[in-house]
């Protein structure tokens, strides 16, 4: 199962086979082990599990998206764990993050508050990543991803570890253009998206996006011919001022949980308990790193 946001920036399978093999080559002829394998790119690459089948409980959510197809869910959810062994996902929220500041003001993106029916609200800005300001700090591409399944695994981990837990994406286009449909970002997009659906299935029960500008609707119009109708009924599209903005959140969040950079009474975006959690468990992390130096 794909996301909307997976759907709208599918990209050419032979490109990122030879995106791969280029970065692949880049890390064979780079003598940085810290560009390779410090900041290593995540994987999907498959790894045999060792656990005997009956040892192993797949859990409801990959049935769900299997359509509770037994067997298909039970491969998923192998894929699943083979890809957390291979890029240790279950150590990463203790891995030091020492570019998280960084990160953190050049690609807004927070988790704030609930919804109605208690969901994880998620905010993202994607047109506002600045890959410039990252670069210049020795953010690369795989750093950023890394820490976006870091964001991913804390979520449902320490914020909201019950399988129960399901999401609300709100993504704002802000001043997008055009041309940022095309690029890194939109690699980025795409390949994060993509890894949430694939080892994080079914969370998500709606989406939200706000600020589209006006050429957006050829866009969303073509990408609807191709979108199953289950996730067409997940999304909204809101081009209106901040009060219709304000009306479609109210529907699923309550006032006083929506952040006032949309019309609400909650704290600020960054100022929710979620995100002190998260910076608290950072800068551990990365006490730690200076301790050890």
Not at 92 to 119: C, D, M, Q, V
Not at 131 to 136: E, K, V, Y
Request: charged fraction near 25%; include cysteine.
């Amino acid at each position: 199962e794909k996301t909307i946001f997976a759907d709208l920036f599918e990209e050419n399978e032979s490109t990122d086979r030879i995106d791969e093999h280029q970065e692949q080559q880049q890390c064979d002829d780079d003598a940085s082990e810290t560009k390779c394998t410090i900041e290593h790119e995540l994987k999907n690459e498959p790894t045999q599990i060792d656990n005997n089948d009956d040892d192993i409980v797949v859990p409801t959510l990959y049935l769900k998206v299997a359509n509770n197809n037994e067997t298909m869910a039970k491969m998923k959810y192998y894929e699943t764990l083979a890809w957390r062994r291979h890029n240790n996902i279950d150590g990463i929220l203790s891995e030091p993050h020492p570019h998280f500041n960084t990160i953190k003001e050049h690609f807004p993106h927070y988790a704030h508050l609930r919804g109605k029916n208690n969901e994880i609200v998620y905010y993202e800005s994607p047109a506002k990543i600045n890959l410039r300001a990252l670069r210049n700090a020795g953010v690369t591409m795989d750093v950023l991803f890394r820490h976006y399944i870091k964001m991913t695994e804390f979520i449902w981990t320490h914020v909201e570890p019950s399988e129960e837990g399901r999401s609300i994406y709100v993504m704002d286009l802000a001043g997008a253009r055009l041309l940022d449909f095309a690029g890194d970002v939109v690699k980025f997009v795409r390949r994060a998206s993509d890894t949430c659906n694939t080892h994080y299935p079914g969370r998500n029960v709606l989406m939200v996006i706000v600020n589209a500008p006006y050429w957006f609707n050829v866009i969303w119009k073509f990408m609807k011919a191709f979108v199953p109708t289950h996730i067409l009924e997940q999304v909204r599209v809101v081009q209106g001022t901040e009060k219709e903005i304000k009306q479609v959140l109210s529907e699923s969040i309550n006032v006083e949980n929506i952040p006032p950079e949309y019309g609400g009474t909650s704290v600020p975006l960054g100022g929710s308990p979620e995100e002190r959690m998260l910076a608290n468990l950072m800068m551990q992390n990365n006490l730690h790193l200076s301790s050890d130096a």
